[in-house]
């Protein structure tokens, strides 16, 4: 059978046809169209998975249904999305409009627990059942599945990581009206602000300053490109962001006893320059018996992890009759 | 049908019979014999199940099984206790030996999960589905269930939520290796140790003072009574191991989303002189939609929550058929 596997996004949807053992028939996206609060979009997407669909010759009943991994609040049971403020949607239907256009079951969940489902069945956590996803980008998501199912939790918040205060006293604002939280140190977003800091605080020499006077800006590349060639002032901003979030990976998985940690994102590209400091501060601030136990892993499906685990989820449910 | 619960501590263990519904028909307790490796105990609990199993006239066919919450590392599905230092247990077959001599099927658990399994059936936790459930006595004790189902992990350390780190610089040393662990802090140990400290500290008259004075020592519970009367010392005291423990939950809470939070153990006692504090750190360091859907509840079976959660667990591992 085939399951369809859709990644919502605030610019681009992402779509693939994917069967039953993983392999992917074919990957396409299509422009993620804003305008009037989003209410373009689930005709867009059923319209693009028709064609794509008469395109491969897919008959309704070879076709088991679709998976959405969608951004904001949701309600996973309903499919209803309470809110997507990069979207546009409030109190929108997704699941029932899109049932009613595409005539396939729809399973809607979590964009990053997508991602992490995605992980586990074709990925780094390949094989591991417990297992904690963070996603170091603009933000940082988190996606946690213990024995084999994601954490909703009873509001659907579960796995919000990004969130956790790792700096109680003195933290920068956080886009959630907190301050302190892992996303303002450890996301790229808060790892340029980490280093902007720097070099404004003192005055030492630098190839990161060098950069930041020759382009006007730095990024969280730049950051660990520099850290990777031994800049001092750029390996104590990774140093910086690798503590925070083993602090924070230590607490979860004191919490959960995660076979797997899979970190992806753009900032998972620093590989060993952010993986050899975050496993040294994970030590520290996990346990021996649940250090030993997990290993730290990099994301290996890139922007397909989505995708991947929506179908994912839809044949899962599918297959055990759990669908609403 | 029955189900037996039981409770095994280091110095005492305590068991009930308990119907469908919830009833406790009986509960007694025996010393548990920790002489020779703890060799005794197994034929101890046996000989005393059937003992009073004959007392109640109650045929094996009319009782379900047993549940039984131990201390230590255990594997849960094979009842095989790894270690427990306290009973002097190491690679111990428990669940093997008890089926031998009672001839009934034995679920094992961690006695803290078996605890949070009684709260959730028939005490402050009643009704929820998500729960984190934390034993403030001589050390800080965690057992979470997740949509209804305990928490284990890979290697059955999950809910170790004593061992969270909370003060990742110039904590105290706690018994598992680390510095600046929850159970440092915010264990009766952790705030007797911190009101020791703040005495030595200043010279401040203080009620608390007194009772150190004329005791020798002073006690957790010391510091809450005084903090009830307003002693600012003991204040102090009571609001920095709120503080603490308000951090920990905060960071488990946006990880896992919970219903309910029930607290448990001698420290609860202090009821809201910790409640009233901890609330206000809670919400600080949880997001706004997790702290919404959250309460926070003292433990309603106190000694009890274990055998309750015991008999509860036998019943419906054997109910689903997933015994081992």
């Known amino acids: 059978m085939i399951n369809i596997g859709i ?23 299509i422009a993620t169209n804003t305008i009037d609060n989003g209410r373009h979009i689930a005709s867009d997407i059923s319209e693009s998975v028709l064609k794509k669909m008469q395109q491969f010759n897919l008959e309704h009943s070879t076709v088991r249904g679709v998976g959405v991994g969608a951004p904001g609040f949701i309600n996973m049971d309903t499919g209803f999305i309470y809110q997507a403020v990069n979207i546009g949607w409030k109190d929108y239907p997704l699941k029932e409009e899109l049932e009613q256009s595409i005539r396939l079951p729809v399973v809607i969940d979590n964009d990053a627990n997508m991602a992490a489902l995605g992980e586990m069945w074709l990925g780094a956590g390949q094989g591991a059942k417990n297992l904690i996803c963070v996603t170091l980008g603009t933000g940082v998501g988190g996606g946690i599945i213990c024995d084999g199912e994601i954490l909703h939790g009873v509001s ?28 303002t140190v450890s996301s790229a977003t808060g790892i340029r602000r980490l280093a902007l800091d720097a070099l404004d605080y003192n005055d030492s020499v630098s190839i990161l300053r060098d950069i930041f006077e020759s382009k ?14 031994k ?66 892993n990099l994301a290996q499906l890139g922007n397909d992890a989505g995708v991947i685990g929506a179908a994912w989820l839809c044949m899962q449910k599918i297959k055990q009759g759990t669908m609403n």
């Open 231 to 296: 800049d001092p002032l750029s390996s104590t901003v990774a140093e910086k962001a690798a503590y925070y979030l083993g602090f924070a990976l230590g607490s979860i998985a004191v919490t959960i006893n995660p076979e797997k940690i899979v970190i992806g994102g753009g900032v998972s590209h620093a590989e060993d320059t952010l993986i050899v400091p975050l496993t040294k501060y994970f030590k520290r601030f996990s346990l021996p018996r649940v250090f030993d136990a997990c290993t730290i």
């Open 216 to 229: 006007g800006d730095i990024s969280a590349e730049d950051v660990f490109n520099c850290a990777a060639k």
């Open 156 to 183: 659907g918040m579960a796995g919000e990581i990004g969130h956790i205060t790792v700096m109680p006293t003195d933290g920068a604002s956080c886009n959630c009206g907190k301050t302190g939280c892992l996303e």
């Open 7 to 29: 990644d919502l996004g605030g610019t681009t949807t992402k779509m693939a046809l994917i069967d039953d053992h993983g392999k992917m028939i074919d990957k396409w996206a």
